[in-house]
């Protein structure tokens, strides 16, 4: 079942400027993960985020989260052409095997 | 070269073949997935598999069937399908099951893009 759920579903920006997304999830969590898919690929893991953790660090991604308002969001700093992709966000929890993503936000960076 | 390898990656059938998707991983990782990406749908997890047995089934139509012969291979047998069926197919894998405590990541296949006509 759909548990992430990112917001915009569409964000389109210059090189240089910054890109934040942002994921709703519904039910408690252990961990949040970030993933990322270029056109037509498989999914690429980017970067995860424990239940007890606020915010997390990996090169030009930093990732925030507010166990209360079950929300995360993703920063993408001085964005590349590059970093045109599809991101998602998943999460697991003690109810299932596997994790659970959402319909993801569509990131165009242009040049 | 992510470590899970799917082929084929491209497939046109008609609703009345049968064909298979293959995934295949030599990451050591004892959980594999299907899952199924529609356009502007969030992914779809069909099939779940730990050390070759299947754990969870997510009310998918008969017309797929899943097989798991060891643990480095996964297999998705379709037969009668719809053309609504259409879609990228995902084979991932990881360590162990998620849930629980402890962290798990997926890795994911390129995917196997089907069109059913």
């Known amino acids: 079942s759909q548990q992430g759920e990112e917001d915009p579903q569409a964000l389109s920006i210059q090189e240089g400027e910054n890109a934040t997304m942002n994921c709703s999830y519904k039910t408690s969590i252990n961990n949040l993960q970030w993933y990322r898919q270029n056109s037509g690929r498989g999914l690429v893991h980017l970067i995860l985020?424990?239940?007890?953790?606020r915010e997390k660090h990996s090169g030009r991604l930093r990732v925030t989260l507010d166990t209360s308002k079950k929300s995360s969001s993703l920063l993408i700093t001085a964005s590349r052409a590059a970093d045109t992709a599809s991101y998602f966000c998943a999460t697991d929890s003690n109810s299932g095997y596997a994790l659970n993503f959402g319909k993801g936000t569509s990131l165009l960076v242009t040049p | 070269e992510t470590g899970v390898t799917q082929t084929p990656r491209h497939l046109v059938m008609g609703m009345t073949n049968k064909k298979s998707l293959k995934c295949e991983q030599h990451?050591?990782?004892?959980?594999m997935y299907w899952y199924k990406q529609s356009a502007k749908k969030p992914l779809e997890l069909m099939f779940v598999?730990?050390?070759?047995?299947?754990?969870e089934n997510n009310s998918v139509p008969s017309r797929f069937s899943p097989e798991c012969p060891n643990s480095s291979h996964l297999f998705l047998h379709l037969h009668t399908l719809q053309p609504e069926d259409s879609a990228l197919y995902l084979c991932?894998?990881?360590?162990?099951?998620?849930?629980?405590?402890?962290?798990?990541?997926?890795?994911f296949g390129a995917g196997s893009r089907l069109t059913v006509l």
């Open positions: 990451l050591g990782h004892n959980a």
């Open positions: 985020i424990r239940s007890n953790e």
């Open positions: 991932a894998s990881s360590p162990r099951l998620a849930g629980g405590l402890g962290a798990n990541v997926l890795t």
């Open positions: 598999y730990s050390l070759e047995e299947r754990v």
